[in-house]
């Protein structure tokens, strides 16, 4: 099995029953969801689906304090990659285990962020190379703690 996984552009998704069905599964035996490049009214969709998806389960805001975010690098301060276009900073939620946030953190949310867009385009200076290497640590952290929680 494959424990992480990443899902892009969410503000577009729709998926089959069995498509849903296979992510639950997939969740629930030990797999790890990343959710990425979204901002604004996509938000409506996304909820959507992933009420669908996990109907008994909710989003929890998270913040820098979250074990995820200190499980290979120490990341204090979640704003840093704003994007500016977007005039707003981004928000991280998380759907855990049995809708438990002392259990295991399954899907982590970045919302009005598009991190991927770091790691696509850190060899072509469209932004920063500082940010990229937060983006990377954001990166490296989710990928450490799919991996041992």
Known sequence: MYP???LCEPGFWTATDEERENLRNYLFKGGFLVVD???GDHW???ERQMQRLLPDNRMVELDESHPIFHSFYEIEDLSLLARGYRGRPPTYYGVFE???PTKRLMVIVNFDADIGDYWEWSDMAYTPID???EAYKLGIN???YSMTH
């Open 4 to 6: 992480w996984a990443y």
């Open 37 to 39: 490049d979204f901002f």
């Open 44 to 46: 409506y969709n996304f």
């Open 98 to 100: 049995d809708d438990d």
């Open 142 to 144: 989710y990928i450490i």
């Open 131 to 133: 940010l990229s290497n």
